[in-house]
């Protein structure tokens, strides 16, 4: 079976500093996607970055960028300058590129200090 | 933008009542899913629905049941509410191998 592991269920940064998440998948497809999902309380779930599994260069969107390991089936996402907005649960997932439904990690709360 | 609009942000219930949460997407996404969102649990799949009245369990579908009459609607019907039932419901919707974008949530309280 497909899963998303998230180990870290809560982390904290100070405003401005970079943090890490960590998220780790297990498959036997060659073919699927990775998201990363930001739903700050009480809003709305967005998304913040994907990445496909076949482009080996890590995605980037403005302050949030990713380590893609494929052979350690590794994907944690970098956010820099970290900013108080981004307090926020941040969900791993995982696409099949034959299926449909998402597999998602149990989340990572992030806290951004003053 | 793609815009998902759940019908309402909260909504308190009796045990008992058959409940209808609805779901309305505006991009012609042929997927539609219901995720419930309990606090250490993550999100959990209840249905999903890939086209006009085709559906698919997820994996706790067991009280609930939907109804996808129209490719933009999606609704997810509770047919005899359970105090533990008591959650955050998240509709989504998407294109085949693309992102899942979120409504805004419904709070729902059961009595």
């Known amino acids: 079976a497909q899963t998303v592991t998230q180990s870290q269920p809560e982390m904290s940064v100070q405003e401005a500093e970079t943090v890490t998440l960590s998220c780790t998948y297990d498959t036997s497809e060659s073919n699927y996607y990775l998201f990363w999902y930001k739903q700050p309380p009480s809003r709305q779930m967005i998304l913040v970055i994907r990445q496909e599994a076949y482009k080996q260069q890590n995605a980037t969107e403005n302050r949030f960028s990713v380590n893609f390991q494929k052979a350690a089936k590794s994907f944690s996402l970098k956010i820099s300058d970290s900013q108080l907005g981004d307090t926020a649960m941040y969900f791993c997932?995982?696409?099949?590129?034959?299926?449909?439904?998402?597999?998602w990690g149990l989340g990572t709360s992030l806290a951004v200090n003053p | 933008d793609v815009k998902v609009t759940q019908s309402s942000r909260y909504l308190v219930k009796r045990t008992g009542e058959k409940v209808f949460l609805e779901c309305v997407q505006d991009?012609?996404?042929?997927?539609m899913f219901w995720y419930r969102q309990d606090p250490g649990l993550g999100l959990r799949l209840i249905y999903f629905s890939y086209d006009v009245k085709m559906k698919e369990k997820g994996d706790i579908p067991e009280g609930y049941s939907v109804s996808r009459e129209k490719k933009e609607r999606f609704s997810l019907i509770l047919e005899s509410a359970s105090t533990n039932q008591t959650s955050m419901y998240l509709c989504?919707?998407?294109?085949?191998?693309?992102?899942?974008?979120f409504g805004d949530g419904t709070r729902l309280s059961i009595l």
């Open positions: 991009m012609d996404h042929e997927n």
């Open positions: 997932a995982f696409l099949d590129g034959n299926n449909r439904k998402l597999i």
């Open positions: 989504a919707s998407s294109q085949r191998r693309q992102p899942q974008h």
